[in-house]
């Protein structure tokens, strides 16, 4: 029983850190930059498939299936991304707010019709399986495999954290801030908003493909159906609850959506009869909806908000 | 083949054309993109339904597969979808707006609620497709080798009838007249002592009416589920921006684009890729001309 629950937590743990990658990267575009990207899971689905195709068991059926080591999977599913991003992006990136989330909310439905569609690459409906996971001969259960992960996505997590800080308060991250407050000052400064706004695009959906490259690695398979609009908002459920324009809200906003999101479940599995288990799955939607309209109406800021930055220079 | 394609695309279009209406006078009038709006087109088509299951869809009158009491049920829903509409806009939006919330801010509360709205649907009348009527009916031959039910003629004839009423609505009642001041310039509407309030309200009850009409009629051909109006969702959005936010005509003739870039795409695409087609249509829209067809200014 107590093994069978510290399991658990492990593995709820390591899906809360991928969780918490995604956050960060849509942090990067929406907290700091402004940017409203409905299409997270799309750059998701990029990053984790990237990863199946390069690194799967080859399969004669398949055009993929390259069984490339795991690290070759990882780099090469952040580059994929970060390509995808800049296309995008340079298509995209100039237009209004809204019109922004519509296109990414329509390129997220499109790259999941590709996934569903194109068999002989993405196994169409069936997914990949076979996905080797990184230095599974060394940790051979089930359990000590997961805790080896925990402690690859804690050290992932840290250095990703670590960076986000690093650059957001040097000049890059200074410019980022001064476009979202007042386009036109930052622009009369010399600033090309939409080479920022782009670069910040690009590094946020990076950040994206790495947490679905990790996700699959971590599965061992990949399905579209891992890939449903209904991801993209439980990640902002995490970044508006925990609060946007901050790196640590993020990580928490993942912590605490995620235990909402699982608790929910797991209370549905026990009350709602099977014969009803759409209705329950319908009522954790519900409550992520609800969560999020909640929060922006009585907590705008989130758990813990932005923190306000003042010039040393302002005294004198 | 094609006259086939024609004929189903501006079918679906009439349905995109309906529902693009209301997302047009939101972006315009609101001043966001609603992306609940596609949950409208459910709710008024279950709502619809709570109609049929009292009164039965009506015996098959002429070639219809349905009788007075659907046309009824369908008035009805656009009533009370309306209303659904205005109290969203009453729960949510309209406290966003006071506190002077950014636009996006809007987006992601109507996210929010579509979130909501779905799944209430699926929570209240289960995951399952339900039916209007199980009657049958055969088709009728329009053209050589164009076929269509004589339920889709009337859904057509019908939307043309809402859409001519609704352009004398906007262009000689007061009410349409200051939705239009409100979607031409909010300050200066205000200045010329529009009320914002009545504005908003109606603007909600419209779209709402409209949006449940075509999730009515998306439920007749030929049946409903919870995901159909999600399913329409960037067919509303493609065929909106497609006309020029705010303008009647451009939506309806957004939407008929829009269905028929959709049915039409399927002589050269397999259909698994076809809910892709209005995203396309809207990528190249924003991209050549992102003021749309019949809008004025960038």
């Not at chain 1, 960076?163 to 407050?181: M, Q, T």
């Not at chain 2, 005509?249 to 959709?262: D, K, P, Q, R, S």
Request: hydrophobic share 60%; net charge positive.
């Amino acid at each position: 029983m107590l093994t069978g629950v510290f399991s658990y937590l492990v593995f709820f743990a390591c899906i809360v850190l991928i969780l918490g990658i995604l956050t960060l990267g849509l942090n990067l575009q929406w907290g700091f930059t402004g940017l409203f990207n409905a299409g997270i899971v799309g750059f998701y689905a990029i990053g984790a498939y990237t990863h199946a195709i390069l690194t799967a068991a080859p399969q004669p059926q398949y055009l993929g299936n390259f069984g490339l080591p795991w690290l070759v999977g990882i780099v090469a599913a952040m580059a994929a991304t970060a390509f995808a991003a800049w296309l995008i992006g340079l298509l995209t990136i100039r237009l209004r707010g809204d019109y922004l989330a519509i296109a990414t909310f329509g390129i997220a439905v499109s790259i999941q019709l590709v996934a569903l569609n194109w068999e002989p690459l993405t196994g169409g409906s069936q997914g990949l399986s076979r996905i080797p996971k990184p230095l599974a001969g060394v940790f051979d259960t089930p359990l000590s495999f997961n805790l080896w992960f925990l402690c690859l996505l804690a050290a992932l997590v840290a250095a990703v954290y670590a960076a986000l800080e690093r650059i957001l308060r040097s000049p890059w991250g200074r410019v980022l801030k001064a476009i979202r407050e007042d386009e036109t000052a930052a622009v009369a400064l010399g600033k090309s908003a939409r080479g920022f706004r782009l670069e910040a695009f690009v590094l946020g959906s990076t950040l994206m493909g790495l947490a679905g490259a990790l996700y699959v690695s971590f599965i061992g398979f990949v399905s579209p159906f891992d890939f449903l609009p209904i991801l993209t908002f439980q990640v902002w459920a995490m970044l508006i609850a925990g609060g946007s324009g901050n790196n640590r809200g993020a990580l928490i906003g993942a912590l605490l959506v995620w235990t909402i999101w699982s608790a929910s479940g797991i209370a549905v599995t026990k009350l709602v009869p099977p014969s009803h288990a759409a209705q329950g799955a319908a009522i954790q939607v519900i409550l992520i909806g609800l969560l999020l309209i909640l929060v922006l109406l009585y907590r705008p800021r989130g758990l813990i908000g932005e923190a306000a930055v003042v010039s040393r220079h302002a005294d004198d | 083949m094609i006259g086939q394609a024609i004929a189903d695309g501006i079918l679906t279009g009439a349905i995109i054309a309906l529902g693009a209406i209301g997302v047009s006078f939101t972006l315009q009038i609101m001043r966001f993109a609603n992306f609940a709006h596609s949950e409208l087109l459910t709710w008024g088509a279950y709502l619809a339904l709570v109609f049929v299951a009292f009164a039965g869809p009506g015996t098959p009158t002429g070639p219809f597969s349905f009788g007075w009491q659907l046309i009824a049920a369908a008035a009805l829903a656009a009533l009370l979808t309306g209303l659904v509409a205005w109290a969203v806009d009453y729960l949510v939006f309209r406290n966003l707006r006071r506190r002077g919330a950014h636009p996006l801010t809007m987006v992601f509360a109507a996210f929010g609620a579509a979130l909501v709205m779905r799944n209430m649907v699926v929570l209240i009348w289960g995951h399952g497709s339900h039916y209007y009527t199980r009657e049958l009916q055969m088709s009728v031959e329009l053209l050589p080798g164009v076929r269509m039910l004589p339920d889709q003629i009337f859904i057509l004839a019908l939307a043309l009838a809402v859409v001519v009423c609704l352009h004398g609505f906007l262009t000689y009642s007061r009410t349409g007249m200051a939705m239009r001041a409100m979607a031409e310039s909010p300050p200066l509407a205000q200045v010329c002592g529009v009320e914002v309030d009545a504005v908003v309200r109606w603007t909600w009850i419209l779209s709402g009416a409209l949006a449940a009409l075509a999730g009515v009629f998306a439920g007749l051909t030929p049946q409903l589920h919870p995901e159909i109006g999600f399913n329409l969702l960037l067919a509303l959005f493609a065929a909106a921006i497609l006309g020029g936010t705010g303008s009647l005509v451009g939506a309806v003739i957004g939407g008929l684009l829009v269905g028929l870039a959709e049915n039409l795409s399927l002589l050269f695409i397999s259909a698994g890729y076809k809910t892709a087609m209005p995203f396309l249509v809207l990528l190249l829209v924003l991209l050549v001309r992102p003021q749309g067809l019949f809008g004025e200014k960038a």
